[in-house]
Structures are given as structure tokens and as C-alpha cells.
């Protein structure tokens, strides 16, 4: 499956015909390619979004919104073969790719459905010949930057908002997962959308791509999805032309269990926390603090749930853990874990590298804060669990960390759970629920995990300015 460039409407090869090869995780096979964008192929994409965006922001709310209400129903009829893609070239159990094309398309839904509420306001003036209005306008033209473990929702996350308020977008997919991205293009194309409105730009020079993308004053906002370093270089680069910046950054979630927790939910709810998408997901649990007093029995559930994950290529039935992404993300998961029992962590189950990009999934007991892991975001199947004594204690330890993506507490006490989600530095805390996404609620960090939000709502403002207009000399006849 090969995937090209796709700008002003129309698919087309690199300028130089250069292509970047696709290989699916689980065996290395070559499964594609996709173009490998030269920077006047980027620039082609900046002059067709501009050029479209008067058009399309001048539509009306309901034509946007009936084109997108069509991208989700072409989305749900694609699904399987959308799914199959995304777990070849990204490696999650296909079950979860499925769930994750669901995922993006209930954006696209939510979003054909916020398009049309996109409301002012009118203000009370200090003087009786004045009038004072607020109109939100869209941004204009937007680049959105995407990482590789979530290949169509983090795309779906960003461009369903930008296209229903009216702006038009530039997608730039990770090098890693180029073909699920081409598939929702394609998705958009057969909606209807106007040429230029969304372009798709491929390669293996992020930092061109990137560059090219925050220099051009033509742009008007960056989204990206990523890691840390990588954002804060972003947000730099955005200073030069003070484009508006929304960040989904890196986390390292902590996930307390209290001693009047549910345990038996507990356990099953930090396995989908812990090990969906093998681990490489942002708001995966990283830290595991459990009381003293039930951290005998939680371990012992949560550890024989583990033991029974079954591991292979995505594609096959019953799969619950797939390779992780490349050879960086093992040496990376190995390192916390040699690092952690170098220390005097115990493994309770796993801590085996088994060929290829498969890591077993793990659990160590007897962590402390001095361990790697509990201060880095591992990014793979192990789960660090460690012991504290009282509330204050585990917040304090909670907080400290420079992360506030996800955080998620379990306890049966109502008061416990909003005296404690209220002290969490985080942007999304669950509270007896180990997976909160979902498209009618804000996502997003606080600290280095980033800015701005994205779901709900709240979601549009990111793609919004504000215009204030003042009416005078309304009193004279
Ligand atoms: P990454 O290395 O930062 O890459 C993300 C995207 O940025 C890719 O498209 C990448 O392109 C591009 N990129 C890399 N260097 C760039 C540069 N100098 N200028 C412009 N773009 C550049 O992150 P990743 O490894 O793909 O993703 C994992 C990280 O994403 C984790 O930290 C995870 O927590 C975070 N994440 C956060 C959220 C959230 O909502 N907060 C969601 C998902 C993931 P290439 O692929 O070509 O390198």
C-alpha cells in the first residue's frame, strides 16, 4: 500500500519522487510507502490551505457540519479496513485499533455536531450609545502534528474541530504511520470536503517539515501531539510569528489505590490503564502507588490478570499485547526495569526482552522514588508498583514530577475522592476509571504535559479568535 502527498484536493509524488518505506512492528516486513515531502511540497500544502480558507470559513455552519456528519459515517463503513493498516503499521492488537478508529470517528461525529454551536455574545455597555459584541472567528490556516501511537484519533482529535469552526489544516502524520493517516484523508476527500481545506503532508525530515510549517507566517496555529522536547522546540519556533500553540505532551500517570478501594476493579482497570497499546499510550499508568494495607491482595489480582495477557502480532485473534514501536522503545523499557531491580525492586512477573519488539508484560514490586521508572515516562508494558502510608504522603509524591497529564485514584470514600482529584496536578483525573477519554470531555495537560485542550467543547476554543466589535452612536436617530 503506497500513499502519496495530499495537497489542494489532489494526491500527487514528492517533487523529487523520493518515498519513505512502512514496516509493520511485528515482523519488519515492508508493507508501504509514502511520500517523502520535500520543503516546496510543504510550502504547495501552506498556499492551498490558504488559499481555501476564505472559502471554506465562508460556508455555513451546517454545510461543514453535514461534510464531517459524512467523514463519520465513511469512517464507521471503513472501519475494518482502516483498523487492519493501523495495526500493521503501528502494531496494536486489532481489537484496539478498531476501538481506536471508533474512537477518532465519534470525534468527527461530535464535532459535525459543535459546528453548528459556535455562539458570540452580546455585553451590557458602560454607555447607552454603545453596543458590544463578541463573534468567534476561525484561526485560519492550522498544522497539526501527530505521533505514531495513535495514528487516526490524534488526526480525527485535531482536524474535526479546525474544519467545523471553518479553519483549514495541514496534517504532518509520524514517519512510523503514514498509511492510517492517508486512509483518513481519503476519508475526507469521499466526504466532500473543498480542495485545500485539509492537505497531508509525509516524509522523514520532521525538522524541515516542521520549520517550514512555524516559519511560514501564513499559518496561524500549531497543534502538535508528542513528547516533551519536541514541543518545547515547537513552541519556540512558533514565537518568531506568534502562532497560537495547543500541546499534547508526554505524562507520567500515577494511579493510587487506597486501602478502601475496590480492589478486584482496581486490578482490571489498571490493566486497560496500563497495557492498551502495549503500554505506549500518554495517559498510561506509569506509577502504581497502593496502600500498605491491601497491597498484598491487590498485587496478587493484578499480577494473575497479567500473567493470563497474551502477546503476538495484532493481527492475530486474541492478542492482547503487540510489539512496541522500535528497538529505542525495548532498550528503553529494559533499562527501567534492569534499573529498577539493580535498585532492589522485585519482578513479580515478566522483565524478558522475547525477540523481535516484544517485551513481556511486567510488574515489579518494592519500588522506591530513586528508580528511573518513577520518574520517566517508560512508554511499555511494565507496571511499577509502590508502596505508601497515608494520603498527604501519596499526593505529595503524585504531584512531583514536572508531567500532569492523567492521574486516576480508587477509593470507595466520596470525600477521599474529591479531596484528592481536587490536590492532583493533573489535567484528566479518574476516579475509579482507568480509561476517561472520551470525545464530549476536554483532554489536555497541565505543567510540561502541555497546553490547550482537545474533546468537548472546550475543544473548538483552541481553533477560535476572538473579535470584539464595538458599536457607537446607536442613541441618535
Ligand atoms: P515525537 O518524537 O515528539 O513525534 C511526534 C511528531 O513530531 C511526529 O510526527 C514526529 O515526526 C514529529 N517531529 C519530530 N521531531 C520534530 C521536529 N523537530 N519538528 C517538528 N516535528 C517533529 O513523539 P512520538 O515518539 O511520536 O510520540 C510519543 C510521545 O507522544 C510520548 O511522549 C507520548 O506521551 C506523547 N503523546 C501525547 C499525547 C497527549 O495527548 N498528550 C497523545 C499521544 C502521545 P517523525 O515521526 O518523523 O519523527
Not at 497531508?200 to 502538535?224: N, W
Not at 495517559?283 to 496478587?300: G, L, P, S, W
Request: with cysteine; hydrophobic share 40%.
Amino acid at each position: 500500500m503506497d500513499y502519496s502527498l495530499y495537497i489542494d484536493g489532489k494526491w500527487c509524488q514528492a517533487k523529487d519522487g523520493k518515498t519513505v518505506p512502512v514496516t509493520n512492528p511485528a515482523n519488519g516486513q515492508v508493507i508501504g510507502s509514502a511520500a517523502d515531502a520535500t520543503a516546496e511540497d510543504v510550502v504547495s500544502a501552506i498556499e492551498a490551505a490558504h488559499k481555501a480558507f476564505p472559502l471554506w470559513a465562508a460556508k455555513s455552519a451546517r454545510e461543514r457540519s453535514e461534510i464531517l456528519y459524512k467523514a463519520y459515517q465513511l469512517m464507521l463503513e471503513r472501519i475494518d479496513e482502516i483498523a487492519r493498516v493501523l495495526t500493521m503499521e503501528q502494531g496494536k492488537p486489532l481489537a484496539e485499533a478498531k476501538g481506536e478508529v471508533l474512537y477518532a470517528a465519534d470525534y468527527i461525529q461530535w464535532y459535525a455536531e459543535e459546528a453548528k454551536r459556535v455562539y458570540g455574545d452580546v455585553i451590557p455597555a458602560t454607555y447607552t450609545n454603545k453596543r458590544i459584541f463578541v463573534f468567534r472567528q476561525p484561526i485560519g490556516v492550522i498544522a497539526a502534528i501527530t505521533p505514531w501511537n495513535f495514528p487516526a484519533a490524534m488526526i480525527a482529535r485535531k482536524i474535526a474541530p479546525a474544519l467545523a469552526v471553518g479553519c483549514t489544516a495541514i496534517v504532518k502524520p509520524a514517519e512510523q504511520t503514514p498509511l492510517t493517516a492517508g486512509k483518513l484523508v481519503e476519508v475526507f476527500h469521499d466526504a466532500g470536503l473543498p480542495a485545500g481545506a485539509l492537505n497531508l503532508v509525509t516524509g522523514s525530515k520532521p525538522s524541515m517539515i516542521g520549520q517550514t510549517l512555524l516559519a511560514d507566517s501564513r499559518v496561524r496555529k500549531v497543534t502538535f501531539t508528542g513528547s516533551t522536547p519536541v514541543g518545547k522546540l515547537i513552541m519556540k519556533q512558533a514565537a518568531d510569528t506568534v502562532k497560537r500553540v495547543s500541546l499534547e505532551l508526554g505524562g507520567h500517570a500515577p494511579f493510587i489505590v487506597f486501602p478502601d478501594a475496590d480492589l478486584e476493579l482496581a486490578a482490571s482497570q489498571v490493566i486497560a490503564s496500563k497495557y492498551r497499546n502495549a503500554g505506549q499510550t500518554c495517559i498510561c499508568t506509569n506509577r502504581i502507588y497502593v496502600h500498605e494495607d491491601v497491597v498484598d491482595d491487590f498485587t496478587e489480582k493484578f499480577v494473575a490478570k497479567v500473567k493470563e495477557l497474551k502477546i503476538g502480532d495484532g493481527l492475530e485473534e486474541g492478542v492482547q499485547i503487540g510489539p512496541l514501536i522500535d528497538e529505542e522503545a525495548i532498550k528503553k523499557v529494559d533499562r527501567h526495569v534492569q534499573d529498577a531491580i539493580s535498585k532492589g525492586a522485585q519482578l513479580a512477573t515478566g522483565g524478558r526482552q522475547l525477540g523481535g519488539l516484544y517485551y513481556e508484560p511486567t510488574v515489579l514490586c518494592g519500588v522506591t522514588d530513586d528508580m528511573l521508572i518513577q520518574q520517566e515516562e517508560t512508554f511499555g508494558p511494565v507496571a511499577p508498583i509502590q508502596i505508601f502510608k497515608d494520603e498527604k504522603e501519596v499526593i505529595q509524591k503524585a504531584n512531583n514530577t514536572p508531567y500532569g497529564l492523567a492521574s486516576y485514584l480508587f477509593t470507595q470514600d466520596i470525600a477521599r475522592a474529591f479531596r484528592v482529584a481536587e490536590a492532583l496536578e493533573y489535567g484528566i483525573v479518574g476516579i475509579n476509571d482507568g480509561a476517561p477519554s472520551t470525545a464530549q470531555a476536554p483532554f489536555g495537560g497541565v505543567k510540561e504535559s502541555g497546553m490547550g485542550r482537545e474533546g468537548g467543547k472546550h475543544g473548538l476554543e483552541d481553533y477560535l479568535e476572538i473579535k470584539y466589535i464595538s458599536l457607537g452612536g446607536v442613541d441618535k436617530k
